[in-house]
């Protein structure tokens, strides 16, 4: 696969730290491409394509995927899919795509990384002129058309929401194509297909949906503190959770095995220690895997975490990017599926990390895939942190999940 990947040094230009905000710039400007805006960030939405490189992407075919002034585009090598190595659900999508004259490609929902049949094991969204194809722009192949054959080689916005076997697609704002698919698909990777021609892509957003909230906002209900530790833990005037002093830990009473959980968390001093573990072994103090929280760095170079950062997964991957601040919220998302899992901080991928051990119940020890607790860490005497808007949703069971899983042990695209 060919790239033009810069270094995470240099992302400081690209993205601000905290809220990476698409604001117009001053006379009217377009806002700047592949951003968030604080509205997106505060519902929950995530970047799928951060504008330089593939992190997060992993390919189904030899495919010439280039990136250039954050447009992903390709027009040559042999036809498949580019795909999120991450899977989900049910979700809203966001992406600008532009097509050449004669082009025949699409945005693949719930698909393996190498579909054998749009009609039974993806939902392929084509883009493509009526004279190319039976299903235009808009439609999903071999399942409805959609209601207009509008193509030509500007930019355009798919919006499009899936929950359940519910979908709906809207092109530059105008719905085309309302679908229920009477056998829905569970779960699976977002794709960007090659077919034919040449094809550009940006500014691809999700925000999962169905997610839970797991704190009431008064009391702990739902969760237990760990007995006979020193943190202490209790519910703000703000509805927050309050986190102080350590170690300990506040445990979820409901167990998540493959999932997608978020939240936003508030650092109250400089580079402390906390983090979220996940699949831990009921009754037992920390023994999951950590998604952690330090949002320090060396040598003032964000590319250089301090004792793993914020979004890494502890012992396992360092976050590539620290992108939150202390004395700030920071928003974050978690999706786990089978070996894999991979962390957003501030809506930016930070880690993707596919667990090669062998099976082993402690995911301290190897790769647990069973169903476990969440728990919020309180680290040392220093812990001060307050968490806010904690939810979550159970993905659902698929047969295809294991096989299709990024191959252990293998980097991610883009890397």
């Not at 399942?143 to 359940?164: I, N």
């Not at 909230?213 to 309050?242: A, I, M, Y």
């Not at 929280?293 to 950062?309: A, F, H, M, T, V």
Request: proline share 6%; net charge neutral; with cysteine.
């Amino acid at each position: 696969m060919r790239a033009c990947v810069v270094g995470l040094v240099l992302w400081g230009a690209i993205f601000s730290v905290g809220i990476c905000a698409g604001i117009a710039a001053e006379g009217g400007a377009a806002a700047p491409i592949n951003r968030l805006t604080a509205d997106e960030l505060g519902k929950g939405w995530i970047l799928l394509f951060d504008g330089e490189t593939t992190y997060g992407w992993e390919p189904g075919s030899k495919a010439h995927w280039e990136i250039q002034e954050g447009v992903l585009s390709v027009s040559s090598g042999a036809p498949g899919l580019l795909c999120t190595t991450s899977e989900f659900a049910d979700f809203e999508l966001r992406v600008d795509f532009r097509a050449a004259e004669g082009t025949n490609s699409g945005v693949f929902l719930r698909t393996p990384v190498k579909p054998r049949n749009p009609a039974e094991d993806c939902y392929e969204l084509n883009i493509a002129a009526p004279a190319v194809s039976p299903f235009p722009t808009g439609s999903y192949v071999q399942r409805k058309r959609s209601l207009t054959g509008k193509f030509d080689e500007e930019w355009h916005t798919f919006h499009v929401s899936l929950e359940g076997g519910k979908s709906r697609v809207k092109l530059d704002g105008e719905t085309v194509l309302d679908y229920e698919d009477p056998r829905p698909l569970k779960r699976g990777r977002i794709g960007l297909q090659f077919n034919v021609g040449k094809v550009e892509f940006r500014n691809v957003k999700l925000r999962p949906l169905g997610l839970e909230r797991l704190t009431n906002g008064k009391d702990l209900t739902g969760w237990s503190v760990f007995p006979g530790k020193q943190s202490t833990f209790s519910v703000n005037t703000e509805g927050e959770v309050s986190v102080k002093s350590g170690p300990g830990a506040l445990v979820s009473d409901r167990l998540f095995g493959d999932f997608v959980a978020q939240w936003e968390v508030f650092s109250n001093g400089r580079h402390l220690n906390s983090g979220v573990f996940f699949r831990g072994i009921p009754g037992e103090y920390t023994q999951g895997y950590e998604c952690q929280i330090q949002n320090g760095y060396k040598e003032g170079d964000r590319s250089k975490p301090i004792d793993c950062g914020t979004g890494g997964f502890y012992r396992r991957q360092n976050a590539r990017r620290v992108n939150a601040d202390d004395f700030a919220w920071t928003n974050m998302t978690l999706v786990v599926s089978g070996k894999h899992m991979a962390a957003w901080v501030n809506g930016l991928q930070v880690s993707d990390w596919t667990d090669p051990r062998p099976a082993d119940a402690n995911p301290r020890k190897g790769c647990r895939t069973e169903a476990g607790t969440l728990a919020l860490q309180g680290h040392d005497p220093t812990t001060d942190l307050r968490f806010r808007g904690i939810s979550a949703v159970e993905l659902p069971a698929s047969d295809s999940a294991a096989a299709d899983s990024p191959a252990s042990g293998a980097p991610a695209a883009g890397r």
